[in-house]
């Protein structure tokens, strides 16, 4: 998020240092590499460094000194407990308190509710929260048609400061003060999460109503009210933002007593997914033990390297666990899905992961997958089965090429609900 910001603030003209504390990423955009994938973010940077106005550092007492502003985009992990862990961003704060006053301090870290105006207490110049709401995959495109821009602080000259900044790109600006615009943010990836977790829901009673969850969410969607996007049922949401600030969330109304039931029952939906399809998969294959199982994609969403809380590795884990040897595709995520989950088999090529199995299951949304001989996958599988984990709207295609396709919303059959399948419900 910091380097998508950053260079795309250098577009619009600005001049930009930033500061980076990992040496091995430090080195490797010193050299012109970006070191995750995302598109068109390498030619971005390419540009801003060839046009001189991006830089690098180690260092922000050596990159503050002549900048008007100071944004913070480190990361706010989840604790154990699911709480934010705040300590980078309370490391910025004490560096920048340390450079003195004179700057103005903006916030696009992900905070809990308050922190903007307890670092406003720590810092002698004006503190904005300004949060982010770009997509992994689509930061770049995200950053130059936001569809708003959130501004919380209690200092009008600062709001005027980045009402300007933001100006060129001509989207609403909402105006508040600190705590709102700090749960905007997490209202925002709270509602998103609801609404996967409310299809999924919908999905679920369709697979045994005989209803076609597909057509259900286009018929919904086309109402305004609700609206087309993020209603695609499969094996849930993941990465690093929509499970951790719902947890936030979660534990900042824990503190004050409160039980958001909704939200509560949000995550619960999100882990019955991947149980649920792992569970569906056991029942086709009649057991997973000695299975091979060919999983494509890992990411937690196309588009991206990231593998953090994909739902793709979760139930990777969960078919080791039952028995099932694993042959493990993705595009981009490879290396990173296994720094986390050596006991996969990792293929470079979709056609060799496949080679000897049960069945194939579609676990991220890459294009690429749409767009596989799946006449060659079928030469090569043991069973022509796929389980798709994404809705990706290939079935047609798939059975074209001689494939039993089972997807969300797919009517069971052979076998009556499990008590556990329903136990959220209780
Ligand atoms: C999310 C928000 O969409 C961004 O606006 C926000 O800035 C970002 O978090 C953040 O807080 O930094 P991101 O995590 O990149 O962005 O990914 P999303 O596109 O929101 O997808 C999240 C998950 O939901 C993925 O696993 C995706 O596969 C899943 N999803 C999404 C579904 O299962 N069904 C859908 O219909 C849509």
Redesign the pocket.
Known sequence: ?GLTFAAGLSRLGHRVTCVEKDPAKLHALRHGRVPFHEPGLAELVREAREGGLLRFTDDLAGAAPTASVVFCAVGTPPKPNGEADTSAVEEVVEAARRLGSGRLFVIKS?VPVGTTDRVSRRLPGPVVYN?????????VE?FFHPYRVVIGTRTPAAAAVLEALYRPLGAPVVRTDPPTAEMI?YA??AF??T??SF??EIAHICEYVGADVSRV?EGMGLDPRIGP??????????????P??LRALLETAREYLLEPALLQAVLRVNEAQRRRFVDRLEVLLEGLADKTVAVLGLA???G?D?VR???ALAVAERLLARGAQVRAHDPAALEAAARVLPALSYFAEPYEAVTGADAVLLL??WPEYRELDWREVRRRVRRPLVVDG??TGIAPRLAAAGFQVVEPGSPVRGRAPRAEDSEWLT
Do not use: Q, W, Y
């Open positions: 998020m992900t949060p982010e709401f770009l997509r992994e995959g689509s930061a995200d943010k925002s990836n998103l999460a609404k996967v299809i999924n969410a996007h993020f209603l695609r049922p499969g094996i849930g949401f993941g990465g690093s933002c929509l951790k600030d937690f969403k196309a991206t990231d809380e994909s739902p991220t949304d994404r809705s």
